[in-house]
């Protein structure tokens, strides 16, 4: 399945027989393997809770969505760029695959599908992947032997101060420039939204 595939489709409550909400982007677990939860625009639904169909996303009832973040949360890699670990760039990250079970298979960019086993690290900026199995070896290698400074994903406390009606728009590219009420630039056109440009 890709989460292309879902975004925007209407979240159905089965039990009551009416639209709660619309699929507006998703969390993964910590270490970005797995499809968590859903972002409904008014909260979050466990990934596990929600069924796929044709037409709708399908929940048993309206409680199924929750204000509160899911713990282990990870902002989605989506429409951030995807590196190759000798610093060349496929473009955004435009769509995930996951399989049956929801772990993430494959990153789409730049028209390729790369395997998600290949990523070195990802970030709240970007992911990097290697070209081969003995390459990312090599790599964990030689970054384990020195003190990685690589940013790690934003911890739960800090997601939880981003309303979830906003953090759809994080690792999406602005498209003009956004100035304050002083008419201070504060964010630049073409910048990634991070989860401290909407703080």
């Given at each position: 399945?890709?989460?292309?595939?879902?975004?925007?489709?209407?979240?159905?409550?089965l039990?009551?027989?009416s639209?709660?909400?619309?699929?507006?982007?998703?969390?993964?677990n910590?270490?970005?393997?797995?499809?968590?939860?859903?972002?409904?625009?008014?909260?979050?639904?466990?990934?596990?809770?929600?069924?796929?169909?044709?037409?709708?996303?399908?929940?048993?009832?309206?409680?199924?969505?929750?204000?509160?973040?899911?713990?282990?949360?990870?902002?989605?890699?989506?429409?951030?760029?995807?590196?190759?670990?000798?610093?060349?760039?496929?473009?955004?990250?435009?769509?995930?695959?996951?399989?049956?079970?929801?772990?993430?298979?494959?990153?789409?960019?730049?028209?390729?599908?790369?395997?998600?086993?290949?990523?070195?690290?990802?970030?709240?900026?970007?992911?990097?992947?290697?070209?081969?199995?003995?390459?990312?070896?090599?790599?964990?290698?030689?970054?384990?032997?020195?003190?990685?400074?690589?940013?790690?994903?934003?911890?739960?406390?800090?997601?939880?101060?981003?309303?979830?009606?906003f953090?759809?728009?994080?690792?999406?590219?602005?498209?003009?420039?956004?100035?304050?009420?002083?008419?201070?630039?504060?964010?630049?056109?073409?910048?990634?939204?991070?989860?401290?440009?909407?703080?």
């Amino acid at each position: 399945m890709k989460f292309s595939e879902i975004l925007d489709k209407p979240l159905l409550s089965l039990s009551e027989g009416s639209v709660v909400g619309k699929v507006r982007g998703c969390l993964l677990n910590e270490d970005k393997t797995r499809l968590l939860a859903l972002d409904t625009g008014d909260g979050w639904v466990l990934a596990k809770d929600a069924q796929v169909g044709e037409s709708a996303v399908l929940v048993k009832s309206a409680d199924a969505v929750s204000p509160e973040l899911p713990a282990g949360a990870a902002m989605s890699p989506l429409y951030l760029d995807l590196f190759g670990s000798d610093g060349s760039l496929s473009g955004p990250i435009t769509d995930l695959v996951f399989d049956e079970k929801l772990s993430l298979t494959h990153f789409v960019a730049g028209g390729a599908e790369v395997p998600r086993n290949l990523m070195l690290s990802a970030g709240e900026n970007a992911v990097v992947v290697c070209p081969d199995e003995d390459t990312l070896k090599k790599e964990r290698r030689r970054l384990s032997a020195a003190k990685r400074k690589a940013s790690a994903p934003p911890a739960v406390s800090d997601v939880e101060k981003v309303s979830s009606t906003f953090s759809y728009l994080i690792g999406r590219k602005v498209a003009a420039d956004i100035f304050n009420q002083r008419g201070e630039k504060i964010v630049r056109k073409n910048s990634v939204v991070s989860l401290h440009t909407l703080q």
